[in-house]
């Protein structure tokens, strides 16, 4: 797909996470003008020159107004934080000062109206209760004045890269029944069309991959990839162990809550799911089978696997 080519930068935050590096590659794929905010500019030495480098954190609204001078849109996506809410609330609310059209990727609940959001939020904050900041900021974003295009996206293929050495021994310990799973390269794409593409409309988007996949798919793709059996064996502690080896702080706990909950799910994406992620992509989404293929390729030929760089062993 080809769009116009902004003269302004879009501004991506997170560019140094899982999701805001596929944004930035989208983008530059696209030969879009590109500015990053982040708090560490040595982490972003590897991208092009022409990559403005805007330096700050989400706790400092002055460094934000900077950031956001002569932006053509932006995307958001909420880091795992204690504080999320109000750094969603500083980003936003500059956005809307600044006139800014702002994309945002995460969780949220999609109800039509406020009151079946509610009540969704309300539900999902039951099963999830780490999830109800992070529910009330999109919901915040969803009726800001930013035009605000929301990205849903299910649980991230490239989630199973924490448990890279089991997998190579085997098994398969995440806990998954039957849900909705998406590419990040997917999210990337979707959400660099969302952001160039004037006739995208404002609204909610659900980003998922062509199918449900549960823990004894996703173990089937990995064996076939890697050509050797791996059983689907879920273990909560072993989870625990695996999310605080490949991760710290917030985001190890956001992690350790939610797999306890996914392998109970039997929510396969819908047919609506489905032609919302194509409609954005412009094509199919990628396959988890696919995705593993691709990623065993990759982890055999000693180059870093998609989007997690640090995980990467021999085969
Ligand atoms: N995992 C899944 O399967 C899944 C599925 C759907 C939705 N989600 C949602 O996706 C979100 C996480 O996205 P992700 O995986 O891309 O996160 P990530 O890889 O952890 O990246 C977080 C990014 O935010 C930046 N950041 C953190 N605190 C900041 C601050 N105070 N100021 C400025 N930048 C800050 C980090 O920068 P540094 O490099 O400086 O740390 C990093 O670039 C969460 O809200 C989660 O609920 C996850």
Same mark, same amino acid.
């Given at each position: 797909m080809s769009f116009p080519r902004p003269t302004q930068p879009i501004l991506v935050i997170g560019a140094t996470g899982s999701i805001g590096s596929q944004v930035v590659r989208a983008l530059l794929e696209h030969g879009a003008p @590109?500015? @990053?905010f982040v708090r560490s500019p040595q982490k972003v030495e590897h991208l092009p020159l022409n990559v403005e480098v805007a330096v700050g954190t989400l706790e400092d609204r002055e460094a934000i107004a900077r950031a956001l001078r002569g932006v053509h849109a932006a995307f958001y996506v909420s880091p795992h934080d204690a504080a999320e809410e109000q750094?969603?609330?500083?980003?936003?609310?500059?956005?809307e000062r600044a006139g800014v059209r702002l994309v945002f990727s995460g969780v949220y609940a999609d109800g039509r109206t406020r009151f079946v959001r509610w009540l969704q939020r309300t539900l999902f904050g039951v099963m999830l209760p780490h999830y109800r900041p992070k529910l009330r900021l999109a919901e915040r974003i969803r009726t800001s004045r930013t035009g605000a295009v929301m990205l849903i996206p299910g649980n991230y293929f490239q989630m199973d890269e924490v448990c890279q050495e089991e997998l190579l021994a085997g098994r398969y310990p995440l806990p998954l029944g039957v849900v909705s799973r998406v590419d990040t390269r997917d999210v990337g794409d979707a959400a660099a069309r969302a952001l160039l593409d004037p006739t995208v409309p404002p609204g909610d988007y659900t980003l998922t991959g062509p199918a449900g996949v549960d823990g004894e798919a996703t173990a089937a793709h990995w064996a076939a990839a890697l050509g050797r059996p791996v059983i689907y064996a879920p273990d909560?502690?072993?989870?625990?162990?695996?999310?605080?080896?490949?991760?710290?702080?917030?985001?190890?706990?956001?992690?350790?809550?939610?797999?306890?909950?996914?392998?109970?799910?039997?929510?396969?994406?819908s047919p609506a799911a489905i032609r919302q992620t194509e409609y954005l992509l412009g094509r199919a989404a990628r396959s988890h089978a696919d995705y593993a293929r691709e990623t065993v390729a990759?982890?055999?030929?000693? @180059?870093?696997?998609?989007?997690?760089?640090?995980l990467t062993a021999t085969v």
């Open positions: @590109v500015r @990053v750094l969603a609330e500083n980003f936003v609310s500059e956005c909560i502690p072993e989870t625990d162990a695996i999310l605080a080896r490949a991760y710290s702080g917030r985001k190890a706990l956001d992690c350790q809550k939610t797999y306890r909950l996914t392998g109970r799910l039997k929510m396969p994406p990759a982890w055999r030929a000693g @180059v870093p696997a998609p989007a997690t760089p640090e």
